[in-house]
Nanobody, 126 residues
Framework: QVQLVESGGGLVQAGGSLRLSCAAS????????MGWFRQAPGKEREFVAG????????YYAESVKGRFTISRDNAKNTVYLQMNSLKPEDTAVYYC???????????????????WGQGTQVTVSS
């Protein structure tokens, strides 16, 4: 059974940093796309960042470019999201997701991902 477990969320002041982690289990993820999405209250789930199988290709939403960095450790089946210079508008529940396509580039639509974590809350105060 595939399981994704996010951690690292919390409350931080504007300008601060957080590092989210997503530990995957139940299968080998080293060849798969992994991504991060977020959903704020009353809004649709939106793409944040995605990584191909080895981190060689990464995509970011325009709103987080230059501030967030996605990385992965395939030996640990873990993907990370380093978030710097956080803004109040970054407040949301952040979800880890996996696309079952092998050796592909990341995509940015939620319905293109097959497995999801339960989410971790990130709150940025002004």
């Amino acid at each position: 059974q595939v399981q994704l477990v996010e951690s690292g969320g919390g409350l931080v002041q504007a300008g601060g940093s957080l590092r989210l982690s997503c530990a995957a289990s139940g299968r080998t993820f080293s060849s798969l796309v992994m991504g991060w999405f977020r959903q704020a209250p009353g809004k649709e789930r939106e793409f944040v960042a995605g990584s191909n199988w080895n981190g060689g290709t990464t995509y970011y939403a325009e709103s987080v470019k230059g501030r967030f960095t996605i990385s992965r450790d395939n030996a640990k089946n873990t993907v990370y999201l380093q978030m710097n210079s956080l803004k109040p508008e970054d407040t949301a529940v952040y979800y880890c997701a996996v696309d079952r396509r092998h050796y592909s580039d990341p995509r940015d639509r939620p319905n293109e991902y097959d497995y999801w974590g339960q989410g971790t809350q990130v709150t940025v105060s002004s």
